[in-house]
């Protein structure tokens, strides 16, 4: 991770917004060598772009349905276990991979990807074994920030009963300076390259708006990745209904591989889903 983030750095001095995505074509691993059954899903985006997905469903009845946004590199292969213990506890799990990743096609830009996370949440509305009212989005990294932008201007927010975000980061510009400056041969660059970053996307901009749907931030306090400043001003920015949750032993995207936080999530999940929604289908 701290290679990337020295390619992340050096990359922006040459003002390139597409080093924060780091892509893989190669599929290391599939739910079902761990015993997960799944399907493949393959759909496309507004724009045409092929795009593939896992579908893990649940065992039993679906308590709610997740869609599941991954972090910047590699592709679902390897990030999937992060959720594969979600079918076991009642939900069905959605898992992306953005255009130019594992199977999807295209290269990934910050717009495109709003296109792909539009076109995987058209893919849940239309599948018979989806509670349309039920629908949870659950972004870690690179994807908590970009759920939390696409959360707040989706046509489907009726249909989002609530947004868990994990170790994202709060801006694109400030994570940029922060990895800028936190390298010698970058020091220099801090202040002046990250305003050639494209913060359309920004979820500082976005986060009050995602409002009244609930969110919740998960941030490991060892993370030295995206620090845990970036889940407080997050949840500082947001509106209500809003939790925070900040566990001192986890590391970056780490949280969740604790059974105890697992379980927790896991109640947290179910409750919204059974709550009542003020924006259902509006």
């Known amino acids: 991770m701290r290679a990337f983030f020295i390619s992340l750095s050096m990359l922006f001095v040459a003002g390139c917004t597409q080093a924060f995505f780091q892509p893989h074509r190669y599929i290391v691993a599939t739910p079902g060598q761990y015993g997960v059954e799944y399907q493949p899903v393959e759909f496309k985006a507004a724009d045409g772009t092929a795009l593939f997905a ?10 709610a349905t997740v869609l599941y946004l991954h972090g910047n590199a590699e592709n679902i292969s390897t990030h999937f276990a992060n959720v594969a213990w979600m079918p076991a506890a009642g939900f069905n ?5 953005y255009r130019g990743y594992g199977g999807s096609q295209g290269s990934p830009t910050l717009e495109g990807v709003q296109l792909d996370i539009d076109a995987a949440m ?5 599948r018979p074994d989806v509670d349309p009212a039920r629908i949870i989005i659950f972004g870690q990294s690179l994807g908590g920030s970009l759920a939390i932008h696409y959360g707040a201007r989706s046509a489907y927010r009726g249909n989002v009963r609530a947004i868990v975000v994990d170790s994202a980061f709060s801006d694109y510009r400030r994570i940029v300076r922060e990895k800028l400056a936190s390298f ?3 020091w220099p660059f801090q202040w002046l390259l990250p305003q ?5 996307f920004s979820p500082s901009a976005s986060v009050r708006a995602v409002s009244p749907i609930p969110l919740l931030f998960i941030h490991g306090e060892r993370d030295t990745v995206v620090s845990v400043e970036h889940s407080q001003r997050l949840f500082e ?4 209904p809003k939790e925070l949750w900040i566990l001192p032993e986890a590391g970056h995207i780490q949280a969740v591989r604790d059974k105890a936080v697992r379980a927790r999530l896991a109640e947290f999940l179910t409750r919204r889903a059974a709550a009542p929604s003020s924006l259902a289908f509006r």
């Open 196 to 200: 050639t970053v494209d913060n359309d």
């Open 122 to 126: 058209r893919t849940l509305l239309a």
């Open 54 to 63: 896992w579908f893990l469903p649940a065992r039993g009845a679906p308590r």
């Open 237 to 240: 920015r947001a509106a209500s």
């Open 93 to 97: 799990v959605l898992a992306l991979d």
């Open 184 to 186: 010698f041969l970058t």
